[in-house]
C-alpha cells in the first residue's frame, strides 16, 4: 500500500492531499462519483455511510451522512462547481455540525502510465477552520478512506496479463 501524504503549510488556509494508485483516472473519477462505490470508501471504518442528494453536475447538490453503531449521525452537503469530469472536480464542502464553515475543493486525477495521483486541494476561509479540521482527526480519517480507496480499486481494476 501506498501512503497519503498531506500538506498544511504554517498560515495558509489549505490542505493538500495526495496519493497515488495503480489504476487509470477514469476509474478514480468513477470511484468519486458512483454513489454505490462512493460509500464503500469514503465513510471512517468505524461509520456506514449513506448518500441522500447527489446531483453531479455544475450547480447540483450533494449530501451525505455517516452513522456510528449508537445512531449518531454526521451530516455534510455541498455543491459542486463546474462540470465534473476524468480532469477534475470542484465541490463546496460543509458539516452541518458546523455551519458556515465552508471548504472548496479540488479533486483532480492526473495520470501516468498505469498509475493515476490523485490530489485533493482543500481550501478553508481561514487558517483557524484548517486548523480545527486537522486537530479533529482529517489526517487518520481521510488515509483511512485512501486504503478502503486503494482496497476498492484494487478488486476493480481488471488483470493484466
Not at 446531483?55 to 455541498?78: I, K, N, S
Not at 472536480?89 to 495520470?111: D, K, Y
Amino acid at each position: 500500500m501506498t501512503s497519503t501524504n498531506f500538506t498544511a503549510e504554517p498560515g495558509a488556509p489549505q490542505v493538500l492531499i495526495t496519493r497515488e494508485f495503480a489504476a487509470p483516472r477514469e476509474l478514480l473519477f468513477r470511484a468519486h462519483t458512483d454513489p454505490d462505490l462512493l460509500v464503500q470508501w469514503l465513510a471512517p471504518d468505524q461509520l456506514i455511510m449513506t448518500v441522500d442528494r447527489f446531483e453531479l453536475r455544475d450547480g447540483g447538490p450533494w449530501r451525505y451522512q455517516h452513522w456510528d453503531a449508537d445512531g449518531t449521525d454526521y451530516a455534510f452537503h455541498g455543491v459542486f462547481h463546474g462540470e465534473p469530469s476524468p480532469d477534475g472536480i470542484v465541490q463546496t464542502f460543509e458539516a452541518e455540525g458546523r455551519p458556515g464553515h465552508v471548504s472548496l475543493w479540488t479533486v483532480t486525477f492526473s495520470e501516468h502510465g498505469d498509475k493515476t495521483l490523485l490530489s485533493h486541494n482543500a481550501v478553508y476561509q481561514s487558517v483557524a477552520d484548517r486548523d480545527l479540521g486537522l486537530q479533529a482527526g482529517m489526517e487518520a480519517s481521510v488515509s483511512g478512506s485512501m486504503d478502503r480507496l486503494e482496497e476498492l480499486l484494487a478488486r476493480l481494476v481488471p488483470v493484466r496479463r
